[in-house]
C-alpha cells in the first residue's frame, strides 16, 4: 500500500462546476499537508499549504484536512479552463522531512 | 516571492556526454535543495536532498557516482547527470526550501534528451 493514494483521473467538468480533489494517506505522522498545480511540461506550483486539521480557504480554492479520516481536499470553486492541470497532493510529518507525492489527478475543465 | 529557476530549460546531449542543471533559489535563501525526476504521466521522484555545504542524501535506487549533485551556496545546487545514456531522458525539477520553513517551492524544470 503507498503512502499516499490518489486518483489519477482524468477527472473532466464544465465550466463552472465546483472540483473536488482528494487524497489519502496512511501515516498519521504526516502533520503538513500541500497541494500543487502542475501544467504540461512545467514545475510544480504551491497551491495550498495547511498544518493539522481543519480548512484553509485562497480565493476559489479550499482546502480541508481530516486527520481522523486521514483524508485530504482541494475544492476548487467557478472552475475555469485555465484551472485544467495535473494537481498534486503532498505531505510530511515536518521537522524538514522529504514530501511524499500523490500520483496526481489530471484535471481537465471544459468550455 | 518564492522563485526558483533553473537552466538550462531544456537540453539535448549526445550518449556518453555529461550534462548539470542548475537550480537557484531568485528571492530567499535555501538551505535543502531537492532534485526530482518525472517521467510522463507520472509523479515526482525524488532522486536526493541536497543540504548547503554537506553530500547530499540519495534515494535508494539512485547512483550517486551517475547523478553528481552539489549544493556549494544557499542558493544554488546543480546535477550532473555524467555519462548520459537514452534511458537518462527525463523531465528533471528541482525544489527549495526556505530556511526554517517546511514549505517546497519548484523550478520550471529541466528537459534532457539524450540521444
Known amino acids: 500500500q503507498k503512502e499516499v493514494e490518489q486518483d489519477p483521473g482524468p477527472l473532466s467538468v464544465p465550466e463552472g462546476a465546483i472540483v473536488s480533489l482528494n487524497c489519502t494517506y496512511s501515516n498519521s505522522a504526516f502533520q503538513y499537508f500541500m497541494w500543487y498545480r502542475q501544467y504540461s511540461r512545467k514545475g510544480p506550483e504551491l497551491l495550498m499549504y495547511?498544518?493539522?486539521?481543519g480548512n484553509k480557504e485562497d480565493g476559489r480554492f479550499t482546502a480541508q484536512v481530516d486527520k481522523s479520516s486521514k483524508y485530504i481536499s482541494l475544492f476548487i470553486r467557478d472552475s475555469q479552463p485555465s484551472d485544467s492541470a495535473t494537481y498534486l497532493c503532498?505531505?510530511?510529518?515536518?521537522?524538514?522531512?522529504?514530501?511524499?507525492f500523490g500520483a496526481g489527478t489530471r484535471l481537465a475543465v471544459h468550455p | 516571492g518564492a522563485v526558483v529557476s533553473q537552466h538550462p530549460s531544456w537540453v539535448i546531449c549526445k550518449s556518453g556526454t555529461s550534462v548539470k542543471i542548475e537550480c537557484r533559489s531568485l528571492d530567499f535563501q535555501a538551505t535543502t535543495m531537492f532534485w526530482y525526476r518525472q517521467f510522463p504521466k507520472q509523479s515526482l521522484m525524488l532522486m536526493a536532498t541536497?543540504?548547503?555545504?554537506?553530500?547530499?542524501?540519495?534515494e535508494q535506487g539512485v547512483e550517486k557516482d551517475k547523478f553528481l549533485i552539489n549544493h556549494a551556496s544557499l542558493t544554488l545546487s546543480t546535477l550532473t547527470v555524467t555519462s548520459a545514456h537514452p534511458e537518462d531522458s527525463s523531465f528533471y525539477i528541482c525544489?527549495?526550501?526556505?530556511?526554517?520553513?517546511?514549505?517546497?517551492?519548484f523550478g520550471p524544470g529541466t528537459r534532457l534528451t539524450v540521444l
Open positions: 503532498a505531505m510530511n510529518s515536518g521537522g524538514y522531512n522529504k514530501l511524499i
Open positions: 525544489s527549495a526550501r526556505n530556511s526554517g520553513r517546511n514549505e517546497q517551492f
Open positions: 541536497s543540504n548547503e555545504g554537506s553530500k547530499a542524501t540519495y
Open positions: 495547511t498544518y493539522s486539521s
